[in-house]
C-alpha cells in the first residue's frame, strides 16, 4: 500500500515554519508498513491544491493544512471543486464544533460557523481538539483525507479516528528497520566497503545512508507478510554488516556517542570533565544533554585564551609558546589539566581553528588537535574537518566522544 502526504501553507514555502508534520505522519505510516512515494508542501493557492490532487498517484493521500476560520484557508472549496460537490451545511460537524467551543466558555463567531460548511459528499472525521473538521472521500480507487494542519490536533485524530480506518481498509506489510550508527568512515567509503555487501542482499531489503557529521546511520529495511522470516534476514544481514565494519559500528542501537559514553561511564562509575577551546563548549552540551549525566560528568572550562589555558588548565607558557594553541603538547596538557581539576577519571581537550579567519602556515582552518587522558592513558590526534565552522565544530566535537568511547572500550591506549 502506498501514500502520499500533502502539506498546505505558504508559511512553510517561506520558511516561516518547520514542516513537523509531513516527518511524523510518514513516520507512524511506516510503522504500520504503509509505503510513502511522495511528499510535498504547496501554496495555499486553488491551482496548487487543484493540481496537487489531480496528480496524486498512491493509494491513501493525506492533507494538512487550509480548514481554518481565516479568508486563506481555502481547502475546502477546492475540495468540493475536486469531487465535483457542493459546500453545505453539515450537522454533526457544527454541533462538535459548538460543544468545543462552548466546553472552552467561548462563542461561536462567523468563521467558526463557515467552517461547518463542508463538501456534500464527504465522511466526517470528528475532532475533539478544534474546529476544523477532518473528511474523507473516496475517487478513482483512492481515498483522500484532509486534516487540520494543528499539529496536536492533527496527530489525535490520526492516531484516533484514522489509523483504524487504515488498518481496516487495507492489507498492510510488516515494515522493520535496523539502525547502525557508524562512526570514523565516510559515506564514500563505506559505500565501496559495502558493494559486494549490497550485491548479495534480497531483493525486499534496502540498505540506506544518512550521513552526518555526528556519524553515518546505516539502515537496513525490508517489508512482507512473514514478520519470523523477515527478522531471521535482518539478524543474518547485521551480523554481516558487523564482520565487515567491526569496531566502526559504534553501538547495537540508534544512538549517538554521547548516548553511547554516558552509558559505559555510568556503568564503570566513572567520571568525565573537558576542555574545550574552538568547540566552545559543544561537548559538555552533547554530554550534558542526555538525563542522568550528573552522575558521570564532572564539568568543563572553554578555555578560549592562552591565558585560561595557562591559568586554569595549568598547560605551560614554554609549550604555548613554542608549539602554539593548536598542538599535539598544548591539547594533551589541556586534558590532564582538566582532569586533575576536576578530580575526574577522564579529560577530554580539543583546540583548533574552526574559522573562517584564524589559520597559519602549516595550520589551515579546520585543524584541530584532540587528547582524552586517563591516570593511565593519554591519546592524542590530529584532524582535518574541512573549512566549514559549524561542521568542524561539530565533527569535532563526536570525534572527541569517539576517541573517549575507545579508551572506554580498551581499544586504543598510549602512557603519558
Known amino acids: 500500500m502506498t501514500a502520499e502526504i500533502i502539506t498546505i501553507g505558504d508559511e512553510i514555502l517561506i520558511g516561516q515554519i518547520i514542516d513537523t508534520n509531513s516527518a511524523w505522519l510518514a513516520s507512524e505510516l511506516d510503522k504500520i508498513g504503509v509505503s510513502i512515494i511522495k511528499i510535498i508542501s504547496i501554496s495555499d493557492k486553488s491551482e496548487a491544491i487543484f493540481n496537487a490532487l489531480e496528480n496524486s498517484g498512491a493509494d491513501l493521500i493525506l492533507l494538512t493544512g ?117 562512526f570514523g568512515v565516510p559515506e ?77 561511564l555510568k556503568k564503570a562509575g566513572q567520571t568525565v570533565s573537558t576542555a574545550e577551546s574552538c568547540t566552545g563548549g559543544n561537548i559538555a552540551k552533547l554530554i550534558t544533554s542526555i538525563s542522568g549525566s550528573s552522575e558521570y560528568f564532572e564539568g568543563g572550562v572553554v578555555a578560549y585564551s592562552n591565558r585560561i589555558k595557562n591559568e586554569i588548565l595549568g598547560v605551560k607558557e614554554l609549550t604555548l609558546m613554542d608549539f602554539g594553541a593548536v598542538s599535539k603538547e598544548t591539547v594533551e596538557e589541556m586534558a590532564v589539566g582538566i582532569m586533575k581539576l576536576y578530580g575526574s577519571d577522564y579529560g577530554i581537550a580539543v583546540s583548533g581553528i574552526a574559522g573562517p579567519g584564524g589559520a597559519s602556515p602549516g595550520k589551515p582552518v579546520g585543524t584541530v588537535w584532540i587528547a582524552v587522558a586517563s591516570k593511565n592513558k593519554l591519546i592524542s590526534e590530529k584532524y582535518s574537518f574541512g573549512n566549514l565552522r559549524d561542521v568542524t565544530v561539530r565533527r569535532a566535537s563526536a570525534t572527541a566522544l569517539n576517541m573517549l568511547r575507545k579508551i572506554l572500550s580498551h581499544k586504543t591506549s598510549r602512557r603519558p
Do not use: W
Open 188 to 264: 564514500s567509503v563505506l559505500a565501496e566497503r559495502l558493494v559486494d555487501f549490497e550485491k548479495m542482499m534480497p531483493e525486499n531489503l534496502n540498505l540506506a545512508y544518512l550521513p552526518s557529521p555526528e556519524r553515518v546511520l546505516l539502515r537496513l529495511s525490508i517489508a512482507g507478510n512473514d514478520k519470523n522470516l523477515l527478522n531471521s534476514i535482518i539478524k543474518e544481514k547485521n551480523k554481516e554488516l558487523k564482520n565487515i565494519l567491526g569496531n566502526d559500528i559504534f553501538a547495537s542501537e540508534n544512538i549517538f556517542l554521547e548516548e553511547l559514553v554516558g552509558k559505559k
Open 66 to 182: 487550509g480548514l481554518g476560520p481565516t479568508a486563506d484557508d481555502i481547502t475546502k472549496p477546492v475540495l468540493a471543486e475536486f469531487f465535483e460537490t457542493r459546500l453545505v451545511h453539515n450537522k454533526t460537524a457544527f454541533e462538535n464544533m459548538q460543544n468545543f467551543v462552548l466546553q472552552r466558555g467561548m462563542k461561536l463567531n462567523k468563521g467558526n460557523k463557515e467552517q461547518a460548511l463542508l463538501p456534500e459528499n464527504c465522511t466526517v472525521i470528528p475532532n475533539k481538539y478544534g474546529t476544523a473538521t477532518a473528511m474523507m472521500f473516496q475517487k478513482a480507487g483512492k481515498r483522500f483525507i484532509s486534516m487540520p494542519g494543528v499539529p496536536f490536533e492533527m496527530k489525535n485524530i490520526f492516531t484516533e479516528e484514522i489509523l483504524p480506518i487504515i488498518k481496516e481498509n487495507y492489507t498492510l506489510d510488516t515494515v522493520i528497520h535496523k539502525n547502525i550508527p557508524v
